[in-house]
């Protein structure tokens, strides 16, 4: 009756096991890789998520700082050039002076040459007669003869 013996069967039903193992095995392996996939997605985008609004607050935070940064160069540029201002009006006040003062060492010829120096030099730093006249304390008219003539005779303004 039997065809096969059961040591036959006993045998194929161990080799059915072990195969049912193995399978069971593999399909349990690559759970647990897709399991360490998803958990490292997880946790990479959960650590981007923290990192974001840091970075766009820090972006926020660096336009502001170069914004003020620009206003402050802005104010200093300004700051330089009128102290730039006063200390050619005092420059000037103080070669005044010391003319006024000593006018034994100094004749009429050198004030006026000095005078003449000093326009040119602040018309070639591209100020125009206006401010000339304000900062030597002199009349725009004589700023403008002066520049008129040395315009007719070709010179160069460069003091």
Do not use: H
Not at 53 to 63: D, W
Not at 124 to 139: C, E, F, M, V, W
Not at 141 to 147: D, F, G, M, N, W
């Amino acid at each position: 009756m039997d065809v096969f013996p059961i040591e036959v069967w006993v045998v194929f039903q161990m080799i059915i096991d072990l195969f049912l193992i193995i399978l069971f095995l593999l399909i349990l392996k690559g759970m647990k890789f897709e399991t360490k996939k998803n958990i490292v997605k997880q946790a990479s985008e959960y650590s981007m998520n923290l990192i974001k609004p840091v970075l766009i607050e820090a972006e926020l935070v660096s336009k502001r700082f170069n914004v003020q940064l620009d206003e402050k160069k802005k104010l200093i540029n300004s700051l330089n050039e009128k102290l730039d201002a006063k200390i050619d009006k005092l420059t000037f006040l103080t070669d005044q002076y010391n003319s006024n003062i000593n006018p034994k060492n100094k004749n009429t010829d050198d004030v006026f040459y000095n005078r003449q120096k000093e326009i040119l030099r602040l018309y070639a730093k591209g100020n125009d007669s206006y401010n000339i006249s304000k900062k030597l304390l002199i009349t725009q008219a004589e700023v403008e003869l002066l520049l008129d003539f040395k315009k007719k005779e070709r010179l160069d303004f460069n003091p």
